[in-house]
Nanobody, 124 residues
Framework: QVQLVESGGGLVQAGGSLRLSCAAS????????MGWFRQAPGKEREFVSA????????NYADSVKGRFTISRDNAKNTVYLQMNSLKPEDTAVYYC?????????????????WGQGTQVTVSS
């Protein structure tokens, strides 16, 4: 099993920045890729970004390209999501996820482990 714990959410004004962290523990050797998803009230969960665990290959949703950056620190078993130029429409609960298979898939069902989520609120 793999446990994921997110942190770094909060309230920020539009145009501001936040950095989310996701610390993985347990059988981290089984992780091949990690991703960030988000879910706003009344909306479906959507893909935000993903990164391969070993090679640093990344993928982003069009809505966050150029504003968000995903990175990882394998020594700390931690993945980060740097969010800049935040917009009110970025408001959501952000979830970290990990999968045992390779590939930066955008479908949430392809991920095996999930964190509890962290709230990000962007005020206008």
């Amino acid at each position: 099993q793999v446990q994921l714990v997110e942190s770094g959410g909060g309230l920020v004004q539009a145009g501001g920045s936040l950095r989310l962290s996701c610390a993985a523990s347990g059988r981290t050797f089984s992780i091949m890729a990690m991703g960030w998803f988000r879910q706003a009230p009344g909306k479906e969960r959507e893909f935000v970004s993903a990164i391969s665990w070993g090679g640093g290959i990344t993928n982003y949703a069009d809505s966050v390209k150029g504003r968000f950056t995903i990175s990882r620190d394998n020594a700390k078993n931690t993945v980060y999501l740097q969010m800049n130029s935040l917009k009110p429409e970025d408001t959501a609960v952000y979830y970290c996820a990990a999968r045992r298979n390779s590939g930066l898939v955008t479908r949430g069902g392809a991920y095996d482990y999930w964190g509890q989520g962290t709230q990000v609120t962007v005020s206008s």
